[in-house]
Each structure stands twice: as C-alpha cells, then as structure tokens.
C-alpha cells in the first residue's frame, strides 16, 4: 500500500488536479490523505465533494508544509497501522503526474530494496525542460551541485535511458516514496527547526545517514508548476525584498533555517552557516550587476 501525503492551502485548483491525476493512477493499492491547514478558498469542501475516497484532514493554519505532512503521516500510522512493506508517498499539489507515475515508483523500489526513492522534476509548460535530477550537497563547504544544470543542461532527453536509477545525496518533498521502516528509525519530519523550507532535506540527509539509501527513479516524473513555488530567487529584486527574502518563512534563502541546518549537519556548524550568507549575498550582488549591466 501507498498512503500518499499532500500538504495543501487555498491552491484549490492545483490541489484538484494533482487529485485527478492520482485518481487515474494504474496502481490501485493507494489512499489520498490530504492535509488541508486552514485553507479559506473552499479546498477542503471540494476535495471532499469531487474525490470522496481520499481523506481530508484538517490543520490549523499553520503548520506550514513539514508540520501538515507530519500530520497526514501521524494520520497513517494511528489510523491505518501501515505494515513495514507499506510506503509514505510525501507529494505536493502543484504537480501533474503520469498514470503510471505509481507503477515506476514501485518498480524503483523493487529494483533498489531499502531505499528512498525520488523523482525527477521537468517544467510543466516545457516537459523537455529538465528542473530537478539530484544533487551533490557538500556539507563541509555551502554548495549544492544541481545535476539537472551541472549534468544535463536542463535537457530530459539527456538524461540516460541505460541507467534509470541513480544515487543522490538529497531528495524533495515533491515526489518521496518512503519505506514505513524509516520512520521507525527516524521518525518524523523536523517541524521545530524546518517548518518548511528544507525539510525534506533535512529528513533525506537523516535518512541516508542511518543506512536509507536515497535513490533517483528517472522515469519517475514530476511535471511541476514552478511558478507556484515560494519566493523565485532567479528574479530581479531589490535590496528590500532581498532582505524580506531572508526572513521569509515562504523562501529558501531563509536565515533562521539555514543556521538551523548548519548546526545540525556540517562539522563546520556556524562557520558553515557564516559562508553560506556570504554565497547567498553574493550571489545576489552577482544578478543585480548583470541585471544593471543589461539596462
């Protein structure tokens, strides 16, 4: 059984199609449960009227996204007694997926015994276009080696058909089938320091670093609607919105989290966190001369 876990807040359009898609799924052997924390755009009301055979369960506006996924699995595990052969599917609902995306979720598990298996992610309005196909994350210096850019030139067609399953450091949330047995070695999503950005890094990281392989399925596609995620860090901003950036709980550039996660996974601790501002400044002074550069 797959007990798939979809956080959700007032994106009542994605939410309904991300649960059609799942409702044409050739795997039978599913159930939905959605968490929707405090939605007031009547998410919750529809789900409910539109797919009856997923469950709705409700939060309280905010859990944000690692503490309404921890919800929906608490759910599992208190409501249905999953067995150690069952699996958390952690997904979001700004995706499309493929009737088969199930199937070669679990062929990928069956193929890779004990692991995490992740998803690759393409554009949805380009599906050639390819956004995500795992990382090299260093944890001794701040770099995060993004194979889609590094490897593949964010083309899909490059990716190689001979060898459909490879090894990443870190996985997304987006599109994380999980073996029931992690969580018993594990536990739950880091809600206390991650509430939402890195939280699915942080508990890969944990995970692989207590023996759970983390594995990528290439034919296991995510098409994401990228626009609909977060604080876009490849756009123009100005000092003041770079700067609300930092603090925004919304942004990946948080940081409160990035201390957080630097005290939990480098040996450098607040060193690390130390250069990982400074890239992140950079990295920001970097486009606005190229952006001034280009008037």
Known sequence: MIYVVIPVHNRKVFTLGCLACLARQTVADHRV???????????????????????????????????????????????FSPRADDFILTLNDDIQINPDYLATLLLASQANKGCIIGSIS????????????????????????????????????????????????????????????????????????????????????????????????????????SEATGVNLTKSMSLRQFVEALRSIRSPINYRVRYQFARKHSPLGVGYFGLDMLRILGGYVIRRVKARLRQ
């Open 33 to 79: 449960i959605v968490v929707d924390d405090g939605s007031t755009d009547g998410t919750g009301e529809q789900v409910r009227k539109q797919f009856p055979a997923s469950t709705v369960v409700t939060g309280t506006g905010s859990l944000w996204w690692a503490g309404a996924t921890n919800v929906g699995i608490r759910y599992v595990f208190d409501t």
């Open 122 to 225: 393409v554009d949805v309005n380009e599906p050639h276009k390819l956004l995500y196909a795992g990382t090299r994350h260093n944890l001794l210096l701040p770099h995060i080696d993004n194979w889609a850019y590094s490897r593949y030139r964010h083309t899909y067609e490059a990716l190689p058909s001979a060898s459909p399953y490879f090894p990443s450091d870190t996985l997304p949330g987006r599109g994380m089938l999980i073996p029931v047995p992690v969580f018993n070695t594990i536990g739950m999503l880091d809600e206390q320091r991650f509430r939402h950005h890195m939280a699915d890094i942080d508990f890969s990281i944990s995970a692989r670093q207590a023996g759970f392989p983390l594995i990528i399925s290439s034919v296991s596609v995510i098409y994401e609607y």
